[in-house]
Each structure stands twice: as structure tokens, then as C-alpha cells.
């Protein structure tokens, strides 16, 4: 395609060009069928960020025997949470996207605002050359994981570096790697957990559910673990808890090494034998609700809850695009126009 000859058209030497916002999330299957799951997890779980196992034996494992397996597991549960508006995550994240572009240019900013799936489409590469048709010279990415992990973020990166390699004029570009302890992102979140304890009464303890990781990332310096411990601080210092009203956890656990602990699901089985019998549970790694929350979370987890011995089980939404969530992405990416 003709990406580049008409740079000096659109954008003009010498000439400042337009600004775009890049919002960057996951991606998610096109539609709940093993066919669209194992096309999704092909290259997702491809991806050498994501599962750092010698390539050649990992590529075995998974043509050999996950691609054959858990595309049909996986297609029951997205069935599941899969709405008339399609995928959560991806219905979300397009009203994340209007949003923000509303909010922006409500505050006199002229900026276009764009969204990619690092996995599935709308892919990165395609997003960015619309960008560049669209005459965007200087880009702000933000990827929607509030804590920098290598297998979300890192990777989120190595998409856009892979593209903007075939390119001959590379835009200015601000990359913001990580927002765990952003002000607006930790009153946000202590907000919609306020909310629903005025709403629901004070449960007897807060879960915050973090996704997982292989504990051997952390080991091989991988802050994600570090940056959830410190949101997790500053949220429950903002909500005044102690100690023992509140417990961090890990979920979404995928193959048999160790990951970061404790585990969601076998916290939330042990909590009744300990007497506590109601939580309220909140997700603070995930911006958009998705099959982790919606299915894992409400749906197995809360069975497992129920199953144990608990009573009062609430999941409070992750902040999709709630007015707290849209201005902080809008503070977050403002400086860099
Ligand atoms: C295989 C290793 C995985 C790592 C490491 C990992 C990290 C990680 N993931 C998210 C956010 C999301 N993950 C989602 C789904 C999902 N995650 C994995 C595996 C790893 N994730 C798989 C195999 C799947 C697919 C679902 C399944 O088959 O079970 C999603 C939801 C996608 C959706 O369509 O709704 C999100 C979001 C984070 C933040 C993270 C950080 C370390
Ligand atoms: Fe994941
Ligand atoms: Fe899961």
C-alpha cells in the first residue's frame, strides 16, 4: 500500500500534524465459537511475552494439545457472558473509545481517538495506519492495564514497535507504561467500592482479584506484582480498611506452574470455614468488565463462595466507562498533546 508517499501531504514538513489517542486493550474472540476461540487463542497464546517456554517445545504443547482442547471450553464460557452488543470487553471498550474522544474534544482538544485489540481486530498495525491516513503525526498509546505486566503491556509495545519497523517516517510517540498509582485511577476505584458498600452495607471482608502471572515473572523482574500490591495499599488506605478487612488474590491461573498466590478460587473456598460469610469482591487489573470477571469471577467463584458456605457474594463492576474512569484516561493522555 501506498502508506507513505502521501506523508509530506498530510502531514506537511515543517508543519505540526494531528494528535491521536491510541487505547490499547487485550482483544477478544469475534464471535463464542471454538473456531473464533482457537483463531483468538492461536495468537494470543503465541505471543513470547505471554508464555516464556523454549518456542519450539511450547509450540507442540499447544498446536498438540490446547488449540485442540480448550477452544470449545473456552467458547461455553464466552457463550455465557456474550451479549446482543457482542463480547463485553469489546463493547466496552468502543464505548471507553467514544467517550474519551466526547470528553477530549468537550475540553477543546482536537484529537481523534482510536482503538486496537493487541489480539484479534481491530489488530494494532491496522489501527496505526488509519492513524497515519488520517494525517496523526504525534500519538499517545495508552494500554488499558492499569499495572505494567510484560505479557500485557511489554507486549502491547512490541505490536507497535513491529508495525512502526516497516515504517520510513516514525510519528511522535508517548507511551504510557503503567497508571497502578495514579491519583484519579485509586479514587475511581475507592468510589465504585464506596458505592457499593453504601449501597450494600460493609461486607466482612474486600477481595481485590488481581489476574495472575507465572510467579517466576516476578522472580525475573517483572514489577506487576509489586505495582498490584501498591494499588491494593492505596485503595485501602483511601477506604480506611485494616488488615483483616480486606485480602488480595490472584485468579485466571492457565497451565500447571506455580503463579503468583494467593489463588482467588481457593481463598474464596477457605473464607466461610474462617467465618467470613460475606464479600464483596472487586477486580482492580481489568479496566473493562470481560470473561475473567463476568464468568470466572461472578460465575465460578461466586458458586465456589456459595458452595463453601458463603451467603452474600457481590462483584463490583470493573470501571468501563464510568465518568471517574473516561476523565482519568482524559488527565492521563492530556499532557502529552
Ligand atoms: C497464558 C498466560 C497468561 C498470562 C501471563 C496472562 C496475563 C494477563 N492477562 C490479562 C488480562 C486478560 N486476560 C484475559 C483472558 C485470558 N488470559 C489468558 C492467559 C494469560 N493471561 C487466557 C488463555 C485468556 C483467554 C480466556 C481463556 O481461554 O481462558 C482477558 C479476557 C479476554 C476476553 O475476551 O474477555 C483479559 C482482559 C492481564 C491484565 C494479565 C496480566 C498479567
Ligand atoms: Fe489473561
Ligand atoms: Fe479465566
Known amino acids: 500500500m501506498a502508506k507513505f508517499s502521501g506523508l509530506s501531504k498530510e502531514v506537511g514538513h515543517g508543519q505540526r500534524g494531528k494528535v491521536g489517542v491510541l487505547l490499547l486493550n487485550l482483544g477478544t474472540p469475534d464471535a463464542p465459537t ?3 476461540v482457537r483463531r483468538y487463542l492461536a495468537e494470543f497464546l503465541a505471543d513470547p511475552r505471554v508464555v516464556e517456554i523454549p518456542k519450539l517445545v511450547w509450540m507442540m504443547i499447544l498446536h498438540g494439545i490446547i488449540l485442540r482442547v480448550r477452544p470449545a471450553k473456552s467458547a461455553a464460557l464466552y457463550q ?24 477530549l474534544n468537550a475540553d477543546n482538544h482536537d484529537v481523534s481517538v482510536h482503538l486496537a485489540m493487541r489480539y484479534g481486530s481491530p489488530s ?12 496523526i503525526d504525534k500519538i499517545v498509546v495508552l494500554p488499558l492495564y492499569p499495572q505494567y505486566a510484560a505479557p500485557t503491556t511489554g507486549s502491547a509495545f512490541d505490536a507497535i514497535a513491529a508495525e512502526l519497523s516497516k515504517w ?27 458505592a457499593d458498600f453504601e449501597a450494600h452495607g460493609k461486607p466482612q471482608k474486600l477481595v481485590l482479584s488481581y489476574h495472575g502471572m507465572p510467579e517466576r515473572n516476578l522472580h525475573l523482574g517483572d514489577p506487576y506484582y509489586c505495582f498490584c500490591m501498591k494499588t491494593t495499599r492505596l485503595v485501602t488506605e ?23 498466590q ?21 477486580c482492580p487489573a481489568f479496566s473493562a468488565d470481560c470473561l475473567e470477571t463476568l464468568e470466572e469471577i461472578v460465575g465460578e467463584n461466586g458458586h465456589l463462595f456459595a458452595e463453601a458456605g458463603g451467603e452474600k457474594f457481590r462483584y463490583i463492576a470493573a470501571l468501563n ?13 492530556k499532557p502529552h498533546f
Request: no cysteine.
Open 262 to 282: 494467593p489463588y482467588t478460587d481457593a481463598t474464596l473456598k477457605a473464607l466461610p470455614q474462617q467465618g467470613v460469610r460475606d464479600i464483596a469482591i472487586v
Open 168 to 194: 520510513r517516517y516514525i510519528p511522535s510517540l508517548h507511551f504510557i507504561n503503567t497508571y497502578h498509582d495514579n491519583a484519579d485511577f485509586i479514587n475511581a476505584l475507592a468510589s465504585s467500592i464506596t
Open 34 to 36: 471454538a473456531s473464533a
Open 238 to 260: 483511601k477506604l480506611g480498611l485494616g488488615k483483616d478487612e480486606f485480602v488480595m488474590t490472584f485468579q485466571s491461573r492457565f497451565g500447571k506452574a506455580k503463579w503468583l
Open 124 to 135: 494494532v498495525a491496522s489501527t496505526l495506519q488509519t492513524m497515519h491516513q488520517n494525517g
Open 321 to 333: 466507562d464510568d465518568d471517574a474512569h473516561i476523565t482519568m484516561m482524559a488527565n492521563l493522555v
Open 80 to 103: 455465557k457472558v456474550w451479549t446482543a452488543a457482542g463480547s463485553p470487553l469489546m463493547d466496552i471498550s468502543l464505548r471507553q473509545t467514544a467517550k474519551l474522544a466526547d470528553k
